[in-house]
């Protein structure tokens, strides 16, 4: 969800205030993972209502809240998935060379995790040739997208205080 949010005069007076950059990235990184959570609170709701319940395995208890990395100060990436998923070649010379810098790969999962190994989770969510897709994730950021808007500008404030207060 990558949407620019307007209306935050006080939040930028807020950050003129602040002067640092990092701690500014710091409280937009706690900020927007309380906002995120609406969705991955949803999504587990959603997927609690899929899995089997003969299955060991439980694809909500796997649905997690993770910062990705950045370069830089300027934004936060937030992302809502499931454990065991999808892993990304890094951007190295060798992957660009091979065309496949920036690609996903299929990772086999892990019995460790809280729900066990639920690699098919992929197959719920998008479907396959022989199964129709039964979404759990994409509704969840879907019919929450004006929440999450609302909470990350209410938690942005919020968390700007208690930096400007730590001055």
């Known amino acids: 969800m ?11 007076a807020k950050l003129r205030q602040l002067g640092n950059e990092r701690k500014a990235k710091n409280a937009a990184t706690r900020a927007s993972r309380k906002a995120m959570n609406i969705v991955k609170k949803e999504a587990r709701e959603n997927a609690k209502r899929l899995d089997d319940k003969d299955s ?20 936060v990436v937030m992302r809502v998935g499931v454990k065991g998923g999808a892993s990304q070649y890094a951007n190295t ?5 091979a065309g496949r810098a920036g690609r996903t790969y299929q990772t086999q999962g892990d019995k460790k995790n809280p729900g066990g190994d639920t690699w098919y989770w992929r197959l719920v969510e998008y479907g396959s040739a022989t199964n129709n897709a039964t979404p759990f994730m994409r509704p969840a950021l879907n019919n929450n997208q004006a929440a999450v808007q609302a909470e990350f500008a209410r938690a942005y404030s919020a968390e700007l205080d208690k930096e400007i207060a730590k001055l």
């Open 93 to 97: 010379r060798v992957n660009r060379r």
């Open 2 to 12: 990558a949407n620019n949010i307007t209306g935050l005069d006080e939040v930028q």
């Open 56 to 75: 060991p395995e439980k694809i909500w208890k796997n649905i997690i809240t993770k910062a990705a990395r950045t370069r830089g100060t300027g934004f």
